[in-house]
């Protein structure tokens, strides 16, 4: 940045003079912790951390940081404790305030069963109120459902209950963000409620998606037990 400012000598006589100002741009701190029993990196970019158990570096206020994990051979990265960063690719901060950011690694030997406390994580007759109408997919979000399923959970035990079916037809549980399998996941018919317990791969997003494959609107009621992670 430069500024300008008029100069006067011994007879008055006026002129500019240029002269350089050195500005310098707040800067904060992003903080990496790598937690877990398996192992691997975190890198930046723009560049400043490549780490492993816990760094930090200095990035400009206002910026925008990518982070990315690779796991070691042996692990999996597992996820991130970012809430904007719910599935397991990159991870974006604007940097506004100072922030720390985990990264979970755990060993790569399949994963484990944990049980959760029993909760709805969807119920299309609450909220909006609005069924399923024929041949619509929706996606229902497991990850920030609020039943706090963990960071870094790889699938969900859910019961799929369908209610108030218009007419006969079945509901198909997919992972979010792949083409509608051609597998029924409960089938029903209207005047009944149908439900079914199944696994759910949790998809892109931390969501799992519904399929109504019926000729009518239905309603879907999502229940979750436990996550493998």
């Not at 992003?30 to 937690?35: G, S």
């Not at 691997?40 to 400009?60: H, I, T």
């Not at 709805?120 to 109120?129: F, K, L, N, P």
């Amino acid at each position: 940045v430069s500024a300008t400012c008029r100069a006067y000598d011994a007879e008055a006589r006026s002129g500019f003079l240029q002269k350089g100002v050195v500005v310098y741009a707040p800067s904060y701190t992003l903080q990496v912790n790598r937690i877990g029993s398996g192992s691997g990196l975190v890198y930046s970019n723009p560049s400043g951390l490549s780490c492993g158990s816990v760094c930090s570096a200095d990035f400009a206020t206002g910026s925008t940081v990518t982070l990315t994990a690779l796991a070691s051979p042996g692990s999996r990265f597992a996820g991130w404790s970012e809430p904007s960063c719910l599935d397991l690719g990159p991870c974006t901060i604007l940097m506004t305030a100072a922030h720390p950011v985990t990264a979970t690694f755990q060993p790569d030997g399949g994963a484990l069963f944990y049980q959760v406390t029993p909760c709805r994580i969807a119920d299309t007759r609450t909220g909006s109120g609005v069924p399923l109408t024929a041949g619509e997919i929706r996606e229902f979000a497991v990850t920030a459902s609020g039943c706090g399923v963990p960071i870094g959970a790889v699938a969900a035990a859910l019961n799929v209950s369908v209610t108030d079916a218009a007419s006969v037809g079945s509901v198909t549980l997919f992972p979010s963000g792949i083409q509608t399998p051609g597998t029924q996941t409960v089938s029903f018919s209207p005047g009944k409620i149908r439900s079914s317990s199944t696994v759910i791969k949790i998809g892109a997003g931390g969501a799992v998606s519904a399929y109504n494959g019926s000729a009518g609107p239905a309603h879907v009621i999502l229940d979750i037990s436990g996550v493998f992670q």
